[in-house]
């Protein structure tokens, strides 16, 4: 993919230049206006964070309007096709990333990845491959697609995982299955379902999120 990612933005509630950055990846069919809706909660949190919500790159191929990180074989093999479709969409996602981190003089380390559904496995598989480890990554009712190399000597950011157990679209038990793999790789996971929740944020679930970006970010 050569695209270039693009989409809603906002400005440090500081009113200062951006001693952090949140990248919001929405999910499949969606768009940046969609999970930018997160940064108001997160913003007292981080008043100094520059929070980005990139449009995927892709038009979605089933549906009138939104977009895709990757395509999905709703008729077919699904896993194969995240396997397939993370991989690809990776590159556009760490050039973003490296884009971003030239601009504003940020690093991964003062960097939060969080993601819907499709945005989640971006964020995961994209934030678990860099060389450097983010300040964390949030994942909302996604899968872990481990990119190459992933194993117990890879980079180790903290990473939260909140997930639905009534999800019929992204299984609640995949992101279960995550964080085995996270926590035997000596990743440092939390994990939070929603009971009574389908493919959505639940408020608990948000709560729980925002209590993670608290405790990574050192925020009182």
């Not at 809603?8 to 969606?30: D, E, F, I, K, T």
């Not at 590159?91 to 380390?109: C, H, I, K, N, Y």
């Not at 994990?191 to 389908?198: D, E, L, P, Q, R």
């Amino acid at each position: 993919m050569t695209a270039t990612l693009s989409g809603p933005m906002l400005a440090p509630r500081s009113g200062g230049a951006p001693r952090q950055a949140v990248v919001l990846l929405h999910g499949y069919g969606s768009d940046g206006n969609d999970l930018i809706s997160l940064a108001p909660h997160w913003q007292p949190v981080l008043p100094e964070a520059l929070f980005l919500a990139p449009n995927a790159p892709e038009p979605c191929r089933h549906l009138d309007v939104g977009h895709q990180w990757f395509d999905v074989e709703f008729d077919g093999d699904r896993l194969a096709s995240r396997q397939a479709g993370v991989a690809l969409a990776r590159p556009v996602l760490v050039r973003f990333l490296e884009d971003l981190w030239a601009q504003t003089g940020l690093s991964a380390s003062d960097t939060i990845l969080a993601g819907f559904s499709q945005g989640a496995m971006m964020a995961l598989h994209a934030g678990l491959s860099l060389p450097e480890p983010l300040m964390g990554i949030v994942a909302f009712s996604g899968a872990f697609v481990p990119p190459e190399g992933f194993g117990p000597t890879s980079i180790k950011p903290p990473v939260c995982l909140v997930h639905g157990d009534l999800d019929t679209v992204v299984d609640a038990h995949l992101s279960a299955e995550a964080e085995q793999a996270l926590a035997a790789a000596g990743i440092s996971v939390r994990h939070h379902v929603s009971h009574g929740v389908g493919h959505g944020i639940a408020p608990d679930g948000l709560a729980f999120a925002t209590a993670f970006v608290r405790e990574i970010s050192g925020s009182d």
